[in-house]
């Protein structure tokens, strides 16, 4: 059991930026394919990025040029830097961890983010 832990969320006018991250406690975080998902109320859970444990990234259409994800092997933390919000980026933000081949892995508890003037 991998232990994820978010911090980061909040209120932010649309324009603005937020920094997600999420600390691991697990010594083997280096080998984790990191993600970020989201889940804005009445829709489905999506991928918003993904970091492999060489570094390749993946981003989802709607926030491509704007978030950047990035990782810590020493500090085992993931981060998400999200900038030119918009409303439709509000949504509560999960941290998710899994091995090479997994479905599904373990999941944080979710931080809120909301955009709106």
């Known amino acids: 059991q991998v232990q994820l832990v978010e911090s980061g969320g909040g209120w932010v006018q649309p324009g603005g930026s937020l920094r997600l991250s999420c600390a691991a406690a697990?010594?083997?975080?280096?080998?984790?394919?990191m993600e970020w998902h989201r889940q804005a109320p009445g829709k489905q859970r999506e991928l918003v990025a993904s970091m492999s444990p060489t570094g390749s990234e993946t981003y989802g259409d709607s926030v491509k040029g704007r978030f950047t994800i990035s990782r810590d092997n020493i500090r085992n933390t993931v981060s998400l830097q999200m900038n030119s919000l918009k409303p439709e980026d509000t949504a509560v933000y999960f941290c998710?961890?899994?091995?090479?081949?997994?479905?599904?892995?373990?999941w944080g508890q979710g931080t809120q983010v909301t955009v709106s003037t």
């Open positions: 697990d010594n083997i975080f280096r080998q984790y394919i």
């Open positions: 998710h961890a899994k091995l090479t081949g997994w479905t599904s892995g373990y």
